[in-house]
């Protein structure tokens, strides 16, 4: 408490601060990036080790033998799924009817904001099958849910027959303490969220969908599996799920374990483990694999069937079989094993999974950053705002002392709150329309442009996103009087604040999404004043605004995932990841969206502003 | 003057009932931060169904409010809106009369230390304005937290006093412990006060001193005993005593919440218990003696000091509480010149403020944070509270300081001196 009761201690620590502001300011950036940076370096980060009590110890023996017949069950569910041209309902009741299971289904339909044209869906209706293997050992509170999606086309039978081969096999052991539930969802995410919402009886979303006839317990966790080939390479875990949530980390843990144990390839992100962590090309793959799950986690959608489970307390993640051209094949009956001993490890649960971290970052499946490592690269970058802040709070503190009087002092406080609070207003409210218009507008503007709804909605967002940016020019209009210096001081401080606690809030609940956000917004805040060269400015802060940062973001995902595209295509990319960013948050309740046209955007709009104040 | 407080007044109202009337009303009356287990809106519900079904509410043990409230609401039920809404404004009327205070009483040697009238004027519209557009006191309303209620007798008692009125003073005080025990702690500024209308010297020889003692402690007593006997009437039994009283003082019920108790009462060993639950009450009433002592010279000040010990010590604190005391921060508008770490404080309020909700959704809907994330936020929400006050009491000793000696100090040899808290 000294530093805060000394006063000439305070006074040489202000006085620090405020001189070598700017380089500090680039000292804590390049240190919080660096620091970003050395998260992937292997002797800085944690091995993964098994927390859980109830999964290391106990040992589990995997017997699951009827790979190639699952493999047949495939084909056949292919053939009737190439029949009746969709989700072959009746058979899958009367399939899993037959090995056992109680089988229930549930219908669900979905009319979509607007049209999606990736996967070219408007109006969906569809129906999920699900049976229920009772637990004979225990009361039935607990549930483990296996899922697997029925794609379209001729993805992912493979599946659908593994999972009734475990299904058939599960119904024949002793030894289960939790239901198992095994999930075929239509149309992937849409058909997962009815059922859980069905499951849960809640309606987040307003999707119309069948009440659920039978329930199991609790559901304790999740895997959702996606399988399109006879045979596999190696199996790819994918743990991101809806706003950056994770699995916790013992999930993965336990996956790799069985990996391990059962001498299959696993990768993360699509990127094997290497061993050469002291090469530079070792870094560089570490760092790849790392930075795939920043994007991936900042996107804040979710990249597997899993995704959703996270939302209701569910451990959840997706396994993906990959068939590349390596020479080392696993058949259908090892991933079989696979799963059944993870099952039996989860069934061995004695409470949730939470003994692992649930805040975490994978540069290779064997090693994790915590948050407590990772945080500090956050808070690196945020400090700079709070730097600036300082600063301005004793510019603005040192002013009044020198015209002393408390008439004026008053007279020209009240302005000073006008002119902060009409930006503040305006660029909300700013915010606020290119959340509703997009949508609300869509069918206007496809009666007066030829576009179709899809495209219409995505240019009214960057018309309106665009026409924010007149918008210092407009709001001095309204001013009765002259910004004064003191006003684009307190502006500042305020924008300065309202960034610091939105990016600390975003940080706390997806690091990834709070940090890619820092990185840009952070300089633009920290460098910009009215008395810079406008037009250059301007410019850098076009470049380091939400929008651009996302256009950089679908370029370099696209770069690390070794799919580079031209321009022409990356625009078009951008386009459409607008569009399912849009989407993610009308059908699953995704935050990103909101959260950068409500808050993220009109924070930006408050710099912008200061850069034209007059 | 009138008519920018009437013009509060319209603003304050319509957003009142702009979120009375949206989705988020639900929402806001749910959250922990806003609504104690003593004040929640549900369980005085709760107790009127009770109540009205001819049990005693306090039977379950979902109601703790006092057995007059729940009166009150039993007539008052259909109209609990707009009863919520006047409280807001019975608040605002007694804070016109407040500037009246402070006003010359110290000789004019540093005039730059005086408020000039033309401030003076000002101070209750922003007293007004800072509690009724504070988004606490909004949310603590919306969510019709009975706070609100416990807030406006104290803000009566205060008016009384400043207003000389011996007898209502007591009264309200009287009402307002009898709402929720700390009060108690405000009797002595209140007296002081008194004393200080009726030039009484605070002297512990004089006869008049104890006299008046006497008399406002009757008063004061007096109408406790009523009120008790009151409820006993109503009810018909002292059931409300243990659940009331008993539910303050011994804290039975960790919901997690703004202050300092749960989480520490969650984590003890029970044989523990009595001592640690004295030790962390008697905080709320310690600090009442060196504060009565030092400020015996400014009631009014010792007021402000003391609510925010109790809003911060309390055993189930909301943001209604924290908006009553931050409702007194303009009048000590003459102290900001001294103030050391406001802006570290409102950075930490500011910043603690959003992180209540992210850390309570990450905790209970994600359940990737723990019970940890949230109290280190409660932690550092109180620090950041005491930090404010023990500030502002610096500032307003420092100012004391500089008023007997002069603003600009100088050493024995001429140069200028800084002054050291040690």
């Known amino acids: 408490m000294g530093l805060l009761s000394d006063p000439n201690r305070r006074q040489a620590l202000i006085k620090l601060l405020t001189r070598l502001n700017a380089p500090i300011c680039f000292v804590c950036y390049f240190a919080g990036v660096a620091w970003f940076m050395g998260l992937a370096f292997e002797p800085f980060t944690l091995r993964t080790y098994m927390s859980e009590n109830a999964m290391g110890s106990t040992m589990v023996e995997e017997r699951f033998p009827a790979g190639e017949r699952a493999l047949a069950t495939g084909r056949e569910f292919a053939a009737h799924k190439k029949k009746v041209g969709g989700m072959p309902v009746d058979w899958l009741v009367k399939t899993m009817q037959a090995r056992g299971l109680e089988v229930f289904t549930q219908s669900f339909s979905r009319t979509l904001p607007f049209p999606d044209e990736n996967t070219e869906r408007y109006v969906v209706k569809g129906t999920n099958v699900y049976g229920i293997l009772r637990a004979p050992r225990a009361p039935r509170t607990e549930a483990l849910v296996l899922s697997a999606p029925c794609t379209p086309g001729d993805n992912n039978n493979q599946a659908v027959g593994l999972l009734l081969g475990l299904a058939h096999y599960f119904r024949n052991q002793v030894y289960w303490a939790k239901d198992i539930i095994f999930l075929v969802n239509e149309h992937d995410l849409i058909g997962m969220q009815a059922w859980l919402e069905g499951y849960h009886h809640t309606n987040v979303t307003g999707m119309d969908w069948s009440p659920l006839q039978g329930r199991g317990g609790s559901i304790q966790a999740a895997l959702s599996l996606e399988l399109s080939s006879d045979v596999v390479t190696s199996l790819d875990i994918v743990l991101e799920g809806l706003n950056g949530q994770l699995p916790n980390l013992d999930l993965a843990n336990l996956f790799y374990a069985f990996c391990q144990k059962i001498g299959v390839l696993c990768t993360i992100q699509g990127k094997l483990q290497r061993n050469d962590w002291d090469s530079a090309s070792g870094y560089n793959h570490a760092v790849q694999t790392m930075m795939l799950m920043v994007m991936k986690q900042a996107s804040g959608r979710p990249w597997g069937d899993h995704g959703l489970f996270l939302r209701y307390h569910i451990e959840a993640a997706t396994v993906k079989g990959v068939n590349s051209f390596r020479h080392y094949k696993t058949d259908a009956t090892t991933i079989g094993r696979l799963l059944e001993g993870m099952y039996r490890k989860l069934n061995n649960l004695l409470e949730r999974l939470h003994q692992s971290y649930f805040f975490y970052l994978l540069p290779s499946l064997s090693h994790f950053v915590s948050i407590g490592y990772y945080m500090p690269a956050f808070g690196l970058l945020a400090v700079i705002l709070l730097l600036r802040a300082l600063d301005l709070w004793v510019q603005l503190s040192a002013q009044p002392s020198r015209t002393e009087d408390g008439v004026a002092g008053t007279e020209q406080s009240n302005p000073g709150v006008l002119s902060v609070l009409t930006p503040l207003v305006i660029s909300h409210l700013t915010g606020a329309a290119l959340y509703m218009l997009p949508v609300r507008f869509q069918e206007v503007a496809v009666e007066h442009f030829p576009v179709s709804e899809t495209e219409a909605v995505v240019l009214t967002a960057i018309a309106v996103y665009t026409a924010g940016l007149a918008l210092p020019h407009n709001t001095h209009r309204l001013l009765s009087g002259e910004g004064t210096e003191m006003g684009w001081r307190v502006l500042k401080l305020v924008a300065l604040l309202y960034l610091a606690v939105l990016l600390g809030c975003t940080a706390v609940i997806n690091f990834s999404l709070g940090f890619i956000l820092a990185l840009t917004l952070v300089p633009a805040a920290a460098y910009v004043t009215p008395h810079v060269p406008k037009a250059l400015s301007a410019f850098f802060l076009v470049a380091l605004s939400p929008a651009c940062t996302l256009l950089f973001s679908v370029f370099f995902f696209q770069e690390l995932q070794e799919m580079p595209v031209s321009f022409q295509d990356g625009w078009l990319l951008y386009l459409s990841v607008i569009a399912q960013g849009m989407l993610d948050h009308y059908l699953y309740g995704s935050l990103v969206f909101p959260l950068v046209a409500l808050l993220v955007y009109p924070c930006w709009l408050l710099f912008w502003n200061i850069l034209f104040w007059k | 003057?009138?008519?920018?407080?009437?013009?509060?007044?319209?603003?304050?109202?319509?957003?009142?009932?702009?979120?009375?009337?949206?989705?988020?009303?639900?929402?806001?009356?749910?959250?922990?931060?806003?609504?104690?287990?003593?004040?929640?809106?549900?369980?005085?519900?709760?107790?009127?169904?009770?109540?009205?079904?001819?049990?005693?509410?306090?039977?379950?043990?979902?109601?703790?409010?006092?057995?007059?409230?729940?009166?009150?609401?039993?007539?008052?039920?259909?109209?609990?809106?707009?009863?919520?809404?006047?409280?807001?404004?019975?608040?605002?009327?007694?804070?016109?009369?407040?500037?009246?205070?402070?006003?010359?009483?110290?000789?004019?040697?540093?005039?730059?230390?005086?408020?000039?009238?033309?401030?003076?004027?000002?101070?209750?519209?922003?007293?007004?304005?800072?509690?009724?557009?504070?988004?606490?006191?909004?949310?603590?309303?919306?969510?019709?937290?009975?706070?609100?209620?416990?807030?406006?007798?104290?803000?009566?008692?205060?008016?009384?006093?400043?207003?000389?009125?011996?007898?209502?003073?007591?009264?309200?005080?009287?009402?307002?412990?009898?709402?929720?025990?700390?009060?108690?702690?405000?009797?002595?500024?209140?007296?002081?006060?008194?004393?200080?209308?009726?030039?009484?010297?605070?002297?512990?020889?004089?006869?008049?001193?104890?006299?008046?003692?006497?008399?406002?402690?009757?008063?004061?007593?007096?109408?406790?005993?009523?009120?008790?006997?009151?409820?006993?009437?109503?009810?018909?039994?002292?059931?409300?005593?243990?659940?009331?009283?008993?539910?303050?003082?011994?804290?039975?019920?960790?919901?997690?919440?703004?202050?300092?108790?749960?989480?520490?009462?969650?984590?003890?060993?029970?044989?523990?218990?009595?001592?640690?639950?004295?030790?962390?009450?008697?905080?709320?009433?310690?600090?009442?003696?060196?504060?009565?002592?030092?400020?015996?010279?400014?009631?009014?000040?010792?007021?402000?000091?003391?609510?925010?010990?109790?809003?911060?010590?309390?055993?189930?604190?909301?943001?209604?509480?924290?908006?009553?005391?931050m409702a007194f921060l303009p009048l000590w508008s003459h102290l900001h010149r001294f103030l050391r770490n406001i802006f570290l404080v409102s950075c930490v309020l500011l910043a603690c403020s959003a992180l209540f909700p992210v850390l309570w959704h990450l905790w209970i809907y994600a359940g990737s944070a723990n019970s940890n994330f949230y109290y280190a936020i409660t932690l550092l929400f109180n620090v950041a509270q005491i930090l404010l006050v023990s500030d502002y009491f610096y500032a307003f000793l420092r100012r004391e300081h500089h008023l007997t000696y002069g603003l600009y100090l100088k050493k024995k040899d001429g140069s200028e001196a800084t002054l050291v808290l040690k």
Not at chain 2, 24 to 46: F, M, N, Y
Not at chain 2, 223 to 248: A, N, Q, T
């Open chain 2, 1 to 325: 003057m009138a008519a920018p407080l009437t013009l509060l007044m319209i603003v304050a109202v319509t957003v009142r009932a702009v979120l009375f009337r949206s989705s988020l009303a639900e929402l806001i009356s749910e959250r922990v931060e806003v609504v104690s287990p003593i004040t929640a809106w549900k369980r005085v519900i709760e107790g009127l169904a009770l109540l009205d079904l001819g049990v005693s509410p306090y039977s379950g043990d979902v109601f703790h409010e006092t057995p007059l409230i729940i009166y009150l609401f039993h007539f008052l039920v259909d109209y609990a809106e707009i009863t919520f809404m006047v409280n807001s404004v019975v608040f605002l009327q007694f804070r016109k009369q407040k500037f009246a205070l402070e006003a010359d009483r110290y000789p004019p040697d540093c005039l730059e230390l005086i408020r000039t009238p033309l401030e003076m004027h000002y101070v209750p519209l922003k007293v007004a304005m800072f509690y009724l557009l504070n988004p606490f006191t909004i949310l603590s309303c919306v969510a019709k937290s009975t706070c609100g209620l416990n807030n406006m007798v104290i803000s009566l008692f205060i008016l009384c006093t400043v207003k000389g009125n011996v007898l209502l003073s007591a009264i309200f005080l009287c009402l307002a412990t009898y709402q929720s025990v700390y009060p108690l702690t405000l009797c002595a500024p209140a007296m002081l006060y008194l004393m200080q209308r009726q030039y009484i010297p605070v002297n512990l020889r004089r006869v008049s001193f104890w006299w008046f003692v006497v008399q406002y402690l009757f008063m004061y007593l007096g109408s406790l005993f009523v009120l008790v006997c009151l409820s006993f009437f109503l009810l018909g039994s002292w059931d409300y005593m243990p659940s009331v009283y008993g539910f303050i003082l011994s804290v039975p019920d960790l919901t997690p919440n703004i202050g300092l108790f749960w989480y520490f009462f969650a984590e003890m060993f029970e044989h523990f218990r009595l001592f640690f639950l004295c030790v962390f009450q008697i905080n709320v009433f310690f600090y009442t003696i060196p504060l009565s002592i030092k400020l015996k010279e400014h009631p009014v000040f010792l007021i402000f000091m003391q609510l925010a010990v109790i809003s911060i010590f309390k055993s189930y604190p909301t943001v209604g509480d924290v908006a009553l005391y």
